[in-house]
């Protein structure tokens, strides 16, 4: 659940995962309402298998309702696509680890090309570097590649985890060339508590630059081994 009473908007979604099987698969639904008018529906399909030792493929397909305004010009007069569409579209992914401490992933998504900047085709790939099992250090990118008419922008981010025992401790960075108006810097930090049955972990997003919002995020999971 979201709230934004800056822009009155509410968010509501939730999500099933089975992945303790060489083929996992998850079921999902997000529902928001922005000031009253603009509503979107996305429901989505995954599945998800590993291939061969190290390699792992991923389907998404997701049926969208968005029902916004027609088209956007920002202050910056730089024209993108309209925000209604419903219809069908699917993202595709694969991820790789060559060697116990790396991780690669590279994703489509929105393959169709769905005539929305609320779900644009692009591209995105990351990496991660697991020095010790206790470090994680990751850093990705996505490229929206139809949105704006002055070619495409993306959205640059990086970030380090620290397991002491039961206690994850996070820090990152963002650079969002992907807003309206302008670029925008993020930094963020977190904290939690996980174990075998239950997670609980809030995080502060801040812009630093470009903007000002502070967002903070509160993450329940439940954990369930059926077998």
């Known amino acids: 659940v979201l709230w934004d009473p800056s822009t009155d908007r ?6 099933v995962v089975d992945s303790t099987r060489r083929v996992g698969a998850g079921l999902a639904y997000h529902y928001s309402l922005l000031d009253g008018d603009t509503r979107n529906h996305d429901f989505r399909v995954s599945l998800g298998a590993s291939i061969t030792d190290g390699v792992s493929l991923g389907v998404t397909g997701r049926y969208i309702d968005y029902l916004g305004v027609a088209s956007t010009i920002n202050p910056q007069n730089v024209r993108i696509r309209g925000t209604e569409f419903s219809g069908f579209t699917v993202d595709v992914g694969i991820a790789l680890k060559p060697f116990s401490w790396l991780a690669l992933g590279v994703t489509g998504y929105s393959l169709s090309n769905p005539d929305t900047a609320l779900s644009p085709l692009s591209i995105g790939g990351g990496i991660g570097i697991i020095p010790v099992d206790t470090l994680h250090i990751v850093a990705d990118t996505v490229w929206d ?3 704006f008419a002055d070619g495409p922008r993306a959205r640059w981010s990086g970030g380090v985890e620290f397991l002491a025992g039961r206690v994850p401790l996070r820090v990152g960075y963002i650079y969002d060339d992907i807003r309206l108006n302008n670029p925008v810097h993020l930094v963020t930090a977190g904290l939690g508590y996980i174990d075998q049955m239950f997670a609980a972990e809030i995080a502060l997003r ?4 470009g903007g000002s919002q502070s967002t903070l995020l509160l993450n329940l999971r439940y954990f369930h081994r059926l077998l």
Request: aromatic share 16%; charged share 10%.
């Open 145 to 147: 590649l139809t949105s």
């Open 206 to 209: 801040q812009e630093v630059s």
């Open 10 to 15: 509410w968010s509501f979604g939730g999500a």
